[in-house]
């Protein structure tokens, strides 16, 4: 099974500051991931995909890099709306395997 | 818009069954593979299950595999999760979940609690 280390685990920054997350993969997953973001007792919502395809409707200052094991989400000026946890997922290969996810709040 | 609408949950007794449904509306479901997906109380996300188009593929990770079985009803736009054997570390809130072109998860229902306790 590909493991997926997703770091880091709770980050508290400023509005309109820029964040990044990272998820390193066991093995390369060839930019099969996708990030999705879980506000506070609601479902997940998809962000990007293929490592840094924005998914229809997400705003702009989210954006996903990164190639083989390593990748990133970064969201450029932050807003209080963005408070949530945000999860990587591979989808390279079966089972689909996802990180242990990030708790970002506003400082 | 896509609506995906999950129902069945409940609170089982360890060793018995339930059976989860998720109505699907606002796209072809026929063209879709289709998960589940779930989360344990203050927990991460664990895939469950997924099912091919038609139905005749089905993928399931070591957790629950022979014990849960997924299952679709393309005329009746319909996603089920027959769960069997339960345990306590069932417990969770499971998410039914589109597959997009690849096989990230494009759209999520609001998902259902499943609490497994004697």
């Known amino acids: 099974d590909i493991q997926m280390t997703q770091s880091p685990a709770s980050l508290s920054a400023s509005l309109g500051e820029t964040v990044t997350i990272e998820c390193r993969a066991s093995?390369?997953?060839?930019?099969?991931l996708a990030w999705y973001q879980q506000k506070p007792g609601k479902s997940p919502q998809l962000l990007i995909y293929?490592?840094?395809s924005l998914h229809t409707g997400v705003p702009s200052r989210f954006s996903g890099s990164g190639s083989g094991t390593q990748y990133s989400l970064k969201i450029n000026s932050l807003q209080s709306e963005d408070v949530a946890s945000y999860f990587c997922?591979?989808?390279?290969?079966?089972?689909?395997?996802f990180g242990s996810g990030t708790k970002l709040e506003i400082k | 818009e896509v609506q995906l609408v999950e129902s069945g949950g409940g609170l089982v007794q360890p060793g018995r069954s339930l059976k989860l449904s998720c109505a699907a509306s606002?796209?072809?479901?026929?063209?879709?593979?289709m998960a589940w997906v779930r989360q344990a109380p203050k927990k991460g996300l664990e895939w469950v299950a997924t099912?091919?188009?038609?139905?005749?593929?089905?993928y399931y990770p070591d957790s629950v595999k022979g014990r849960f079985t997924i299952s679709r009803d393309n005329a009746k736009s319909s996603l089920y999760l027959q769960m069997n054997s339960l345990k306590s570390e069932d417990t969770a809130t499971y998410y039914c979940?589109?597959?997009?072109?690849?096989?990230?998860?494009?759209?999520w229902g609001q998902g259902v609690m499943v609490t497994v306790s004697s």
């Open positions: 979940a589109r597959h997009g072109v690849n096989d990230y998860l494009d759209y």
């Open positions: 606002g796209f072809t479901f026929s063209n879709y593979y």
């Open positions: 099912i091919s188009t038609s139905g005749s593929r089905t």
């Open positions: 093995e390369d997953i060839y930019n099969g």
């Open positions: 293929n490592a840094n």
């Open positions: 997922q591979q989808y390279y290969n079966y089972p689909l395997t």
